[in-house]
């Protein structure tokens, strides 16, 4: 039931990974309520001063953040329901539950892209991030972004302007709006898409929110576009959280000597993308999405190839190497990785988490190290192939 959920969300002094170890270990929310104290203590990483909050039974809380929700359209999600994103619950961190309003797009199907950047932001990046937020869309992306003052907002006008759906993952409950001034912009992305909180009703914005908030931005994400950013900027939390997560990271560079670049300069010096119009990311994913991407100037998404032109014969493909894990001293990660990968058919690090059970942060050392010494070989959109045989 929704009150167990939003119980355990809601014990203070518990870390979100405690909840997760609790959900691992006992099932549900509703089975940790019940549950004893000597049992609670048997979870992982699990101590007495935390197992003591579980001993606050008291439901009535929940009951009036349910009753809230009920009034105000918003719906809730679960790590364990259906609809829970994949590519979310494969991050580090997911949240246990999340609160919605509007309509929840298909994350796992789209190519979301998190637009994030400063506050801050001069008439060059709010006008940069109103012209990539537009273009995206209008290619068929999903624009993510966090409904902050300046580029957030820019950019989601910019894809709301092209007629396209929008996301912003906020740092507070879906009935409080920050900045005031987004009143309307907050019904006009709840009404042409959703609005996303980890936070319950009436949660006011905090700052530690936001760095938290980050991570399901770029989790929800196949990529982040940071448009502006000075040296230290919640929107390089943004793309710091990306790179952990796997995805790619773009940025829209700016004038050498203007502050409120350095952050997006300093981006790209270290390797990511340069981008000057929205095709310069989604092209990266043009083959992941082949019926949701178009090019500036194309009225559809190039047809799949069907019937007789599928049965053509393919030219002989050479031979893969031979070899033998451990012989070669491979890691129990990068064999299984290797085992779990096809040679043909390229796969997203996501559905290798989800196959072998490996952490994200151990799969993306591990291919890291297996592409270093060439077995394996990566395509555009963090996919992976083998590129050897293994000897079995």
């Given at each position: 039931?929704l009150?167990?959920?939003?119980?355990?969300?809601?014990?203070?002094?518990l870390?979100n990974?405690?909840?997760?170890?609790?959900?691992?270990?006992?099932?549900?929310?509703?089975?940790?309520?019940y549950?004893?104290?000597?049992?609670?203590?048997?979870?992982?990483?699990?101590?007495?001063?935390?197992?003591a909050?579980?001993?606050?039974h008291?439901?009535?809380?929940?009951?009036?953040?349910?009753?809230?929700?009920?009034?105000?359209?918003?719906?809730?999600?679960?790590?364990?329901?259906?609809?829970?994103?994949?590519?979310?619950?494969?991050?580090?961190?997911p949240?246990?539950?999340?609160?919605?309003?509007?309509?929840?797009?298909?994350?796992?199907?789209?190519?979301?892209?998190?637009?994030?950047?400063?506050?801050?932001?001069?008439?060059?990046?709010?006008?940069?991030?109103?012209?990539?937020?537009?273009?995206?869309?209008?290619?068929?992306?999903?624009v993510?972004?966090?409904?902050?003052a300046?580029?957030?907002?820019?950019?989601?006008?910019?894809?709301?302007?092209?007629?396209?759906?929008?996301?912003?993952?906020l740092?507070?409950?879906?009935?409080?709006?920050?900045?005031?001034?987004?009143?309307?912009?907050?019904?006009?992305?709840?009404?042409?898409?959703?609005?996303?909180?980890?936070?319950?009703?009436g949660?006011?914005?905090?700052?530690?929110?936001?760095?938290?908030?980050?991570?399901?931005l770029?989790?929800?994400?196949?990529?982040?576009l940071?448009v502006?950013?000075?040296?230290?900027?919640?929107?390089?939390?943004?793309?710091?959280?990306?790179?952990?997560?796997?995805?790619?990271?773009?940025?829209?560079?700016?004038?050498i000597?203007?502050?409120?670049?350095?952050?997006?300069?300093?981006?790209?010096?270290?390797?990511?993308?340069?981008?000057?119009?929205?095709?310069?990311?989604?092209?990266?994913?043009?083959?992941?999405?082949?019926?949701?991407?178009?090019?500036?100037?194309?009225?559809?998404?190039?047809?799949?190839?069907?019937?007789?032109?599928?049965e053509?014969?393919?030219?002989?493909?050479?031979?893969?190497?031979?070899?033998?894990?451990?012989?070669?001293?491979?890691?129990?990660?990068?064999?299984?990785?290797?085992?779990?990968?096809?040679?043909d058919?390229p796969?997203?690090?996501?559905?290798?988490?989800?196959?072998?059970?490996i952490?994200a942060?151990?799969?993306?050392?591990?291919l890291?190290?297996?592409?270093?010494?060439?077995?394996?070989?990566?395509?555009?959109?963090?996919?992976?192939?083998?590129?050897?045989?293994?000897?079995?």
């Open positions: 039931m009150k167990f959920w939003i119980w355990l969300s809601e014990l203070r002094g870390q990974q405690t909840r997760l170890a609790l959900l691992h270990h006992f099932g549900s929310p509703e089975a940790v309520f549950a004893d104290r000597e049992e609670i203590l048997l979870t992982d990483g699990m101590t007495p001063e935390q197992a909050r579980l001993d606050d008291d439901l009535a809380g929940a009951q009036k953040i349910l009753g809230r929700c009920e009034e105000l359209g918003i719906s809730l999600l679960t790590i364990q329901d259906a609809a829970y994103p994949r590519r979310l619950l494969n991050i580090y961190d949240p246990c539950l999340l609160y919605v309003r509007g309509r929840l797009p298909a994350f796992d199907e789209e190519a979301a892209v998190a637009v994030v950047g400063t506050r801050s932001c001069t008439p060059y990046g709010v006008a940069c991030a109103e012209k990539l937020g537009y273009g995206i869309a209008r290619c068929g992306g999903l993510v972004s966090g409904l902050a300046g580029i957030d907002s820019a950019a989601l006008r910019g894809a709301l302007r092209s007629d396209g759906r929008a996301v912003a993952v740092g507070n409950g879906l009935d409080v709006v920050y900045p005031r001034e987004n009143q309307y912009l907050y019904e006009d992305v709840a009404a042409a898409g959703c609005l996303i909180s980890e936070y319950p009703p949660t006011r914005p905090v700052g530690s929110h936001f760095p938290r908030r980050n991570r399901i770029s989790g929800l994400s196949v990529a982040a940071v502006e950013a000075p040296e230290r900027s919640g929107a390089l939390i943004t793309a710091a959280a990306a790179l952990e997560q796997g995805r790619d990271v773009f940025a829209v560079p700016g004038p000597d203007a502050p409120a670049s350095v952050g997006c300069n300093q981006l790209i010096r270290d390797g990511a993308g340069l981008v000057s119009d929205a095709w310069d990311i989604l092209r990266e994913y043009e083959g992941r999405f082949p019926e949701k991407l178009c090019a500036p100037g194309q009225t559809a998404p190039r047809p799949q190839v069907t019937g007789y032109q599928t053509k014969a393919e030219p002989a493909r050479p031979v893969k190497p031979l070899v033998d894990p451990a012989a070669r001293g491979l890691t129990d990660d990068q064999t299984a990785l290797l085992r779990a990968m096809d040679e058919v796969m997203l690090v996501d559905d290798l988490i989800e196959q072998t059970g952490p942060r151990r799969v993306l050392s591990a890291t190290l297996l592409e270093i010494e060439e077995l394996v070989t990566q395509h555009s959109g963090k996919r992976y192939t083998r590129a050897v045989t293994l000897r079995e």
